[in-house]
């Protein structure tokens, strides 16, 4: 059965270097990287008008059920096709990625940790704790560099939707955790340690 590794934590926390540094670790094994971004709901049945207006920081706006089927899947040692978000249309792109089952799956996201079922599938949850500001900071650069976003914009987001969800959702989670991460990818110790443990499970 495939070991599931959770890694959550707030939008810039470095949960994404967290996971770049296991895959890494990693490379050449069998082991896959699942975001949990690729699941957001499918919207074609709504007016463009009204997808504008979702909330992608919101547990509503993912689509937990076939989240948890898919691992049970992959778990099982199944392949699964992974859905394809279209963000300039706000839904699902008609095409998907075929992914063949590993041992080992690492899986990132902002609310990875907020459904029980999917949570209790996790051999370890990995909680990646990152002060508000340096998470601003690192957004910013992120969406004016990636996105082509203005300053402006970026923190009007943030202080509209982002913080207040992070504080409502993603930052309660973290009790779930059995390994909080300061700062992400840049704490070797963490690293080193995640990797051992990592090790030590596949090694069974």
Aim: proline share 3%; net charge negative.
């Amino acid at each position: 059965m495939a070991i599931i590794i959770g890694v959550t934590g707030g939008s810039g926390s470095g949960k994404s270097s967290v996971t770049q540094a296991i895959m890494k670790y990693f490379a050449g094994e069998s082991i896959m990287h699942l975001e949990q971004d690729a699941y957001y709901k499918n919207q074609d049945h709504l007016e463009f008008s009204e997808r504008l207006k979702t909330n992608y920081d919101h547990p509503f706006a993912f689509d937990h059920d076939l989240f948890y089927e898919h691992l049970l899947a992959l778990q099982a040692g199944n392949s699964i096709d992974i859905p394809i978000y279209d963000y300039a249309m706000h839904t699902r792109s008609k095409e998907v990625n075929h992914q063949e089952a590993k041992e080992v799956i690492v899986v990132e996201g902002i609310l990875v940790l907020d459904d029980p079922r999917i949570r209790d599938l996790m051999a370890i949850k990995i909680y990646v704790d990152t002060d508000d500001d340096i998470r601003l900071a690192r957004r910013i650069l992120r969406d004016i560099n990636e996105r082509g976003r203005s300053v402006e914009s970026v923190i009007d987001q943030y202080i509209q939707v982002v913080k207040p969800m992070h504080h409502q959702f993603i930052e309660p989670c973290k009790r779930y955790a059995d390994i909080i991460v300061p700062e992400g990818g840049s704490n070797q110790v963490a690293i080193d340690l995640l990797t051992t443990k990592i090790s030590s499970l596949l090694n069974k």
